[in-house]
Each structure stands twice: as C-alpha cells, then as structure tokens.
C-alpha cells in the first residue's frame, strides 16, 4: 500500500467528502429510509410526491444507489470475473472489449484478472472468491481442485477456448483441431513434403491442442517426420524459431504451421530478412487467430480466425444462464473458425 | 437479463448454493461472528485456538471473508474503475494489462468501462458512481460537469494521456506535442517539403495534441501548406487515407506524419501494393505509440513510443496516493516519449 501521506492544509478545492447514504437522503426527505430505497428500486412503488421529494433530497446530496450494498441482500454482486493470461496474443483484447461491452448491456461489469502465465493461476481464485463475483469466464485453464473452490462457492464459471475433457463443465472454444486440420490437408495437397511446427507457451492449452491437431492430420497423411519448435506466441520467437527450423533442418521448410498468427508473422520477416527467401514461392507460412495484422498487406496470412463477436456473445449469454438459473446442465459450445486462404501460402484452394 | 430460465428438475452435481456467511462460521464454530471477523483481518488479534476453529469451520463451509462488505465497513471498495475507449489503437491492451497486474500488487482490482467512443463517456459515468468505486483512471476525456460529479462523490480521478488545462486535475501523459515536433523537425532537416498529416478520430483528445504539434512545428518551419486528412486509428483507414493524399495532392508528398503506427502501417502499405512507392526513398512515413506491428520488420516505423511502464506506474501510485490522503494537491506527470529511428522515413538522424 502506498504511504498515508498527512498534509498540513488539504487542497480547499477537493475536500474529503463521505458518500452519501440512503439514511442522510431519508432525513433531507423527512421520508423512511426504505420510502429511499423504494424509490431506486426497480419496479417498486412510490408516489410521485415522494419520487420527487427524495430524488430533489438525493440530487442535493450527490447520492447514488450503493449497487454493492444492494447487491450483498439480492446475493447478486452484477459483477463478474474475467480472467485472461498476458496478452502477448494479439487476439485477447479484442475479447476483452467484446466481453465487457456484451455484460454492461446486462448491467454486469467486468473485474479483471491478467495473469503473466496461465500456471499463475491459484492466487487469482482466492481473489475472485473474495469479491463475490457471481460468475467468472476464465481463458486459463483451472484443474479439478481450483474448479471445485469456485463451484464450491457457488460460482458459474465458463471456460473460454479450454475445456476440461474429464468433466462436466461450461466452455465456449473455437475449434482449434479442424482448423489445423484444414491447414495442413490444404499445405500437402498442394505439394508440401518437409514440414515445420512452431507451438505456443508450453502452459497454453490451445497452443497444446492447435499443435496436436497438426501433429494428428500430418500422420494421417503418413507425414511422420516433423520438427517442432516453441515459441511464446510473440513476434520475435517466431523469428527465433524459423532462424532454429532453418539450422535443425539444414535447409528450407515446404511449411511452417505456427500456433499463432503474431509468431508466423515473425516466421515471415526471418525468411524475408534473414534468409532472403520468397513467401510464398519457397516457403509456405500459416498461422492462426485472424488478428489484425495478419491481414496487413506486408504478411496477408493464411490462417483460420477465430468467431470473436459470436464466442464472447455465447459466453456472456451462457454464463447469464447460469447465474440466474444455478442448476442449468452443462454445456459445451464449439465454433469453427473462419477459413482465410492469404498469400503467405500455397494452399490447394489457393487459386480456386 | 437473460431470462430466469425454472427448471423442473436441476442438474444434482451442481445444486444451487448460498454462499456461507461469517455467522454461519461463528455458529459451526461456536463463536462469535466478530471473533470471525477478527480472525479473517489482518492485525487483529485472536487466540491460536480461536484462529484454529474458525479456520477449521470456514474450510468446511467454503467460507471466505467477503472483501466488498468489508469494504462497505472501511468506506474503501479496493477496487477502481479504468475507463478505456474502444481499442481499434493497439495501444491500450498494453495499458491495461500494465495498470490490473500493479493494481494487483496493492491489493485493488480493476473494475473494467469500454466505450466505442470517447464521446460516450456520460453513460459511465453514472455506472462508476454507482460501484464504488475508490478511485477512476479514464483514458477518456471528462468535461467540466462531469469531472464535477465524480469529485463530489469523493472519488479521486487521474487523467491518462489527456488533461482538462483551465482545471486542477491530476494527469500522466505522454508529451505528444514534443514527440511530433522532433518527428517535423528530422524530416525537414532531411529536406522533406511537401507534408500530409493523417488525424485520428475527431473526439480523440490525444490525435488533436498530436495533429496541432506537428502543424505548429512546420508553421515554424515556414511549412503552411500542410494536408490533413482523417482516420480512425485503424488501418484500413490509413490505407484509405493514403489514397486519398495521393489524389488530393496530384501527386507523392515527400512525408506522410500518421497520428499513430497502425494508420502509418496502413499508409506504408498502400504506398508500395497500390502506388508502387518505396518506401523510405519515394515517401517518408512515421507514426506514434510503438506499438509491437510498428518494429515487424515489413514497416520498421520510425515512431515515438510511450513509455508505457512508466506511464502506468506513475498512474497507478497516484491514485492509490489520493486514495488514502484524499485531500493531496492535483499533479500533472508527463513523459517524453522514446525516439525511434526506424527504416520507413529518412530522418536527419537516420545515418547518424
């Protein structure tokens, strides 16, 4: 905590001022403290000679329904939790924006969490169980202990892109797997042979499935032979990692598969740059997200962006659900991602 | 709100819970319900055996000490609203991560207002109030009457790179107008003439302080005859932008000035994919923020960066300063922002 700072003399202008209550509003009024809380009350009565005598009282006074106060009797806090990991995607303040706008239409804020990994996440729930959110979206993943307290507590909490396959739980994801899938059945059937992976943070879960899905298609089509390398879903790892494909594969990559848009943004400059290569003539470069600069004309990425505006809509609507009717069953919403066929490379659809 | 969906029958794993209170505590623990609180704030003292079976009993219950009715008694909410506009600028992601994680570190949330535009600020205003709020940051700008009533609410406000100038508030800003005229003047010395100035939107504060420091800089350059056009901070509308000098001009201006890097980013890449200009030999471009796209090597802005660690600390400490000593004089901080030399504008100082 910062120092308690005495001064001498205060600013006059800006005095310290105790908030209002509904009980000073009362006595300005000469009406009941409850005649106050009638009159803010949503759908309560009140006569229009008290309306006009408390709002006069409470506009003197600066007052303003407590939605705290109201919200410990109504057991609602009309605020929620969010929970992301740090932004070094592109891809999560767009959510953010989406997420909060979509809930202050409900009249629920948004109290946020930023984590500098996902694995950080056990400090925050002790936090989010302390402000008595009434629910919480989480874009990092909780482990069945971490997801007991929360429910234990009585919270809805909706996973956002990570589910947990072993238990019944809320979630909202993009459907990661297909959309790797799709980007390496379009890379081999336009000829690609010699493959390159650059995976995300070894704690994020997408980056674990978006990896796997590749990995998973690759096989299927007896493409075994393929070198992996991590990155931190930031540009210059993604630089690092082609610099690392080009040396470990001593020579050029057909593809490279990126877990993120930003990281295949990096790949791309480090062939350009670095090894005075071509995109899309001597590499071929994917990534994934649909971030803004993936449509920069200087990358023009192909990749699969992920449905923001409808993901957030259901998360924000689902976790609703849950906070007004507690016993909802749960469920699981998947959404494809956006196909975007670029020029960073040759797709078999490319000149479709 | 969603509708209070009543089902016949809800889900048995996941039945509705109240959550416990300190008196059920107290009660399984058979004490008193202030020995609870006692035992759940810090300072206070109580027994080992006391702490033992209030600890033991709020296990059992999931109880936890429930920060925002302590925060009713201690007039202090520990939380505090940041109030950005809409961030189609890639900037603020950054601020916001920044300001949750040192929030974070004192104990305070953040308590999360988006506006789709500056000008939408009233609307909010009423929602902070009604919160709680112990202390505003707003990257949005305050008139008059509004910064009014959320002072005589109590509630101390700090400016982020904005400030009201007839007015004693407290503000961090980036020195835009110095930033801007050290970009004018490293172009003209590199013997630029002809200048175009691409504005943000019409209610962004910061785009005006940028947009009128670099006209004042080439008026005293002897400079008049400037374009300006107008985007909105996002990079089709510095593409469009671009186009649109090209027309109005008849021709290439030696020096584009964008009131931030994603528009700059937009005119680099119209200049060359539409026009088949290089860029820095045919048309010299900068920017503003320093934003991560504007060091991808494809553009390599030449740029001011905000400082924005600093920035956020600084903000940070102040509220948090003002919140416990409400009565401290008004301060305005200002940051000089970093200088920049990148490859998309020759600069008197490029070869230096």
Chains 1, 2 share one sequence.
């Not at 946020?112 to 919480?136: A, M, N, P």
């Not at 990092?140 to 202990?145: F, G, H, K, P, Q």
Request: aromatic share 6%; with cysteine.
């Amino acid at each position: 905590m910062a120092n308690h700072v005495k001064l001498a003399k205060g600013n006059a202008d800006r005095p310290a001022r105790k908030r209002a209550t509904s009980y000073d509003v009362a006595e300005l009024a000469g009406v009941s403290q409850s005649a106050v809380s009638r009159v803010f009350q949503a759908g309560a009565s009140a006569s229009k000679d008290m309306r006009d005598r408390v709002l006069s009282a409470a506009n003197k006074l600066g007052y303003r329904p407590n939605a705290i106060a109201r919200g410990l009797i109504t057991q609602r806090s009309n605020m929620v939790a969010v929970v992301i990991s740090r932004q070094t995607n592109l891809y999560y303040p767009e959510v953010l924006v989406q997420l909060t706008q979509r809930f202050s239409e409900h009249g629920i804020r948004v109290l946020l969490f930023t984590l500098e990994h996902e694995r950080d996440i056990d400090g925050v729930i002790e936090q989010v169980l302390q402000y008595q959110v009434d629910g919480v979206i989480t874009a990092a993943i909780l482990n069945d202990a971490q997801l007991d307290t929360v429910e234990n507590a009585g919270i809805p909490v909706i996973f956002y892109n990570r589910t947990l396959p072993e238990r019944l739980v809320n979630s909202v994801r993009c459907d990661q797997e297909e959309g790797e899938r799709w980007l390496v059945s379009q890379l081999a059937a336009a000829g690609h042979k010699r493959f390159a992976i650059v995976s995300g943070p070894d704690d994020s879960s997408v980056s674990m499935e978006r990896t796997q899905g590749a990995l998973q298609k690759l096989r299927e089509l007896s493409i075994a032979d393929v070198l992996i390398v991590s990155g931190d879903y930031g540009y210059a790892s993604g630089r690092a990692a082609f610099s690392e494909i080009m040396q470990r594969m001593g020579g050029v990559p057909d593809a490279v598969i990126a877990a993120n848009d930003v990281m295949a943004i990096g790949c791309v400059d480090e062939a350009r740059e670095t090894n005075y290569l071509r995109v899309p003539e001597d590499v071929s470069i994917v990534g994934f997200d649909g971030v803004g600069p993936a449509r920069y004309a200087a990358y023009d990425l192909s990749t699969v962006r992920q449905p923001v505006g409808r993901m957030s809509e259901a998360a924000v609507s689902m976790l609703i659900e849950r906070i007004e009717s507690p016993g909802l069953s749960p469920e699981k919403r998947v959404f494809s991602g956006d196909r975007i066929i670029g020029g960073s490379a040759l797709l078999a659809d490319s000149n479709s």
